[in-house]
């Protein structure tokens, strides 16, 4: 066995000599000392305090949009309305302004007379304020709008007299 060993180094004597070298120069018979880390023990009750930095992100200005829900049911306050001998131009604005809303009418219809005192939901309002003064009253909650339209009779008689 010995003279296999020896063959092998041989053959392969110029690897292992320095790796040889190196094994037994490494070794020393003197122990080294044993360290031992020291860690200090925690002084603080709270994290610190967090670093603000100058430069923030923020979004650019931008108009607000109107949320609605779909689901949701429109709701409709219940107004008492005192309009004692007026025009019709004079009882949809006093609608329009109950509910924030802008008016539109053509100038023809502004004379007709109206008359109401009466409290009920806008809608109940307005079919009144239909019926006196014989015309369409719309309103467009997208738009935010009263339009005032005539009937489609009165513009048959309008055209034929």
Not at 128 to 141: D, S
Request: with cysteine; glycine share 4%.
């Amino acid at each position: 066995m010995d003279l296999q060993i020896i063959t092998v180094l041989r053959r392969r004597g110029i690897r292992l000599l320095p790796l040889l070298a190196l094994t037994l120069a490494s070794c020393s018979s003197t122990e080294q000392p044993v360290v031992v880390e020291y860690y200090p023990v925690s002084y603080r009750q709270l994290p610190p305090e967090p670093v603000y930095s100058r430069i923030t992100l923020s979004h650019l200005p931008q108009p607000v949009g109107t949320k609605r829900a779909v689901s949701a049911p429109m709701l409709s306050p219940v107004l008492m309305v005192d309009l004692p001998h007026s025009d019709l131009r004079e009882a949809v604005e006093a609608l329009a302004q109950a509910l924030g809303y802008r008016t539109e009418y053509p100038r023809g219809l502004l004379s007709r007379p109206v008359s109401i005192k009466m409290e009920g939901r806008i809608d109940q309002l307005i079919r009144e304020v239909e019926k006196q003064a014989q015309v369409i009253i719309v309103l467009n909650h997208d738009e935010r709008r009263v339009i005032v339209s005539p009937e489609p009779s009165s513009i048959d008689d309008e055209m034929g007299s």
